[in-house]
Antibody, heavy 124, light 113 residues
Framework: QITLKESGPTLVKPTQTLTLTCTFS??????????VGWIRQPPGKALEWLAV???????RYSPSLKNRLTITRDTSTTQVVLTMTNVDPIDTATYYC????????????????WGQGALVTVSS | DIVLTQSPDSLAVSLGERATINCKSS????????????VAWYQQKPGQPPKLLIY???TRESGVPDRFSGSGSGTDFTLTISSLQAEDVAVYYC?????????FGQGTKVEIK
């Protein structure tokens, strides 16, 4: 059974850096084709994809946020970390990490298991 | 970026009746070498994360009731709930994974009439 869980601060001040950790189980991020993605959802709004990291340590980012995002993995543990720099109140959202099922081509990403999400509020 | 537009934004359906949600893509998400449409559908209940229902436009995820079905190709897709149950009250999202960035529709809220 695949499970994912997000953790991080619930409140961040504007201009600070947000660091979120996704701890997962039930799969290996070294398995060919697998990935872990981050998706966020502002309160009452739609889903927005942020980034994904793959089994081969390749990474892809949302073009609109690319300059502010970094996604990394810790292969010695079962964790993926997303950092977002220079946060703004508009970044207030629930942040989800999710499992990308095995697929060879990096451009194609759908998500078959999601964490419960972490609500992050950006406010002074 | 590929833009997905869902319709309607919300709908109310009587228990046991059919619910139909549409998703229109700004460009084709059909890849002919694989004969596949790169569309997924998710269900999100209040206070919960999204749950994958359908991928490859019409393949039902394991464990998803067969009253949920996906159809369409190219730029026009449909999620159908054949007989609405009380537990189907949720917001439904389509997603394209034909190309990056991944994009989602704005969501369709399904309620009981």
């Amino acid at each position: 059974q695949i499970t994912l869980k997000e953790s991080g601060p619930t409140l961040v001040k504007p201009t600070q850096t947000l660091t979120l950790t996704c701890t997962f189980s039930g799969f290996s991020l070294t398995t060919n084709g697998v990935g872990v993605g981050w998706i966020r959802q502002p309160p009452g709004k739609a889903l927005e994809w942020l980034a994904v990291i793959y089994w081969n340590d390749d990474k892809r980012y949302s073009p609109s946020l690319k300059n502010r995002l970094t996604i990394t993995r810790d292969t010695s543990t079962t964790q993926v970390v997303l950092t977002m720099t220079n946060v703004d109140p508009i970044d207030t959202a629930t942040y989800y990490c999710a499992h990308r099922p095995p697929w060879q081509w990096l451009e194609n990403n759908w998500f078959d298991a999601w964490g419960q999400g972490a609500l992050v509020t950006v406010s002074s | 970026d590929i833009v997905l537009t869902q319709s309607p934004d919300s709908l109310a359906v009587s228990l046991g009746e059919r619910a139909t949600i549409n998703c229109k893509s700004s460009q084709s998400v059909f890849y002919s070498p694989f004969n596949k449409d790169y569309v997924a559908w998710y269900q999100q209940k209040p206070g919960q994360p999204p749950k994958l229902l359908i991928y490859w436009a019409s393949t039902r995820e394991s464990g998803v009731p067969d009253r949920f079905s996906g159809s369409g190709s190219g730029t026009d897709f449909t999620l159908t709930i054949s007989s609405l149950q009380a537990e189907d009250v949720a917001v439904y999202y389509c997603q394209q994974y034909f190309s990056l960035p991944v994009t989602f529709g704005q969501g369709t809220k399904v309620e009981i009439k």
